[in-house]
């Protein structure tokens, strides 16, 4: 009876064997990975050399514009302000604290090229007028229109404006010039200064006079500006500034005291 016991228990063991080995199959076959994650996981995937690949999205994202849309209500109906009140308001956006109401006028001194805008926004075809004043000889009245709102001179020199610019008596009342995004362009529409010229153009600011500015783009492309209703340029631009970041309208300013009144926008 002894051998049959003996067999018996060699025959628990290789079972106990079997059993523990089967188990360790088991085991090892759980550990086995899914494979890479998909594209729809987001998720980064290997690559030959073993570095981390860069998530691939399940659509492409749309490229962002170079210019922050404008995020101000466009205008419609006719605008008009004639600052008859203590401050600006939220209709004006000042990038220096030199723009100030005085009188029922908006006026400034030493902007050094930092304008304050309006805060709506313009269509593509409008047309633009007001009241401008300079107190000094030196003239250097400014407007920019179809510009992005918000921004400013970076440096001492204004060849990154965002807008046309229609700079009367510029230059210590030496141009009017009608610049593109760069007021130094060496091809800007401009007319020399001629004092006591019989060309009304050419004719210097005057201190203390308060001119009658027209700006007016009306086929999407061609800028014109009047001065007292005489027609100082007519810009047609091949490449017109257009849509976000050049839709809004400013006053600018370097160094002298200059004032603005009585605006008027008329969509067109």
């Known amino acids: 009876m002894l ?16 059993l523990q080995t089967l188990c360790l199959v088991l ?13 729809t996981e987001n998720q980064g995937t290997a690559n030959a050399s073993g570095k981390q690949s860069d998530p691939t999205p399940a659509a492409s994202a749309p490229r962002k514009a170079t210019q922050k849309a404008s995020t101000s209500p466009p205008l419609t109906e006719v605008f008009e302000d004639d600052f008859e009140r203590e401050s600006l308001g939220s209709a004006w956006n000042a990038t220096a604290p030199v723009w100030k109401i005085e009188n029922g006028q908006l006026c400034g001194k030493g902007a050094r090229n930092r304008p304050v ?38 440096g001492v020199s204004y060849n990154d404006a965002t807008s046309y610019l229609a700079i009367f008596g510029g230059w210590k009342n030496s141009y009017h010039v009608l610049a593109r ?9 401009e007319i020399r200064i001629e004092p006591g010229s019989d060309d009304e153009r050419a004719r210097p600011v005057v201190p203390g006079q308060t001119y009658r500015f027209k700006l007016e783009r009306a086929d999407g492309k061609t800028l014109k500006w009047w001065v007292d209703d005489v027609l100082m340029f007519s810009f047609k631009d091949p490449d017109p500034l257009t849509g976000p ?3 809004h309208f400013g006053f600018n300013d370097w160094d ?7 605006v008027k926008i008329t969509p067109l």
Request: with cysteine; glycine share 8%.
């Open 245 to 247: 970041g050049h839709d």
């Open 3 to 18: 051998i049959p016991s003996v067999q018996s228990t060699c025959a628990s063991i290789q079972l106990v064997r079997l």
């Open 256 to 262: 002298v005291r200059v004032c603005f009144d009585n």
């Open 117 to 154: 805008w309006l805060a709506r926004s313009l269509p593509t075809n409008v047309r633009i007028e007001f009241d401008a004043t300079s107190d000094s000889p030196d003239g250097d009245l400014k407007a920019e229109i179809f510009g992005d709102g918000r921004s400013a001179a970076r």
């Open 27 to 39: 085991l090892a076959g759980g550990c086995v990975p899914n494979g890479p994650p998909t594209s």
């Open 181 to 189: 995004q760069n007021e130094h362009a060496s091809d800007r529409p």
